[in-house]
């Protein structure tokens, strides 16, 4: 990380309630993962699992070792994996990261759509659940090299899929404000 970032920045306050973790993140490209296991090492330090599409996982098979599961859109095996989340979700010694807008999406993007699944999720988990709103940004500013900017906030609210969306999308909009007003330093 620090060979390929100038600096990362993390911004926010979380209190580890030990619990099980859910990690909801914006997906920009294919660091994500490895920024939230960073995030998750310097903050949290649970088992690390993170849900990703299944042809992606095929092509990186590498990520299987890491925490990576898969998921396989419009198919039946997609109750396995939201089950085998919530399984996951059971065990205070487990984060587990999702895009919930299911694809990656420009960091210009002003909204996101949440596939049901997290939803879904979330009913089938038992216990309670940490759930971490995680948004990650990346400028240049001066510098040959990019710097991260992660953002975090815990949610607290419904469960509903409407709720969890709106609350990141605006969650999300305060980081990009919060970021803008860097360029004015």
Known sequence: MKQMFYSIEFTGKIQDRKKPVLLIGNHISWWDGIWALYFNQQHLQRRFYFMMQDDQLRKNWFFQYTGGFSIQKKSKSILETINYSAELLSNSKNIVLIFPSGKIQSMYNSEFIFEKGVEKILQKVKNEVQVIFIVNLVDYFTKAKPSLFSF??????????????????????????????????
């Not at 709720?163 to 004015?184: A, G, P, V």
């Open 152 to 185: 975090f906030q815990e949610y607290s609210g419904a469960n509903s899929i409407m709720d969890l969306q709106e609350r990141y999308n605006r969650f999300y909009m305060e980081c990009i404000s919060f970021q803008k007003q860097k360029d004015k330093q």
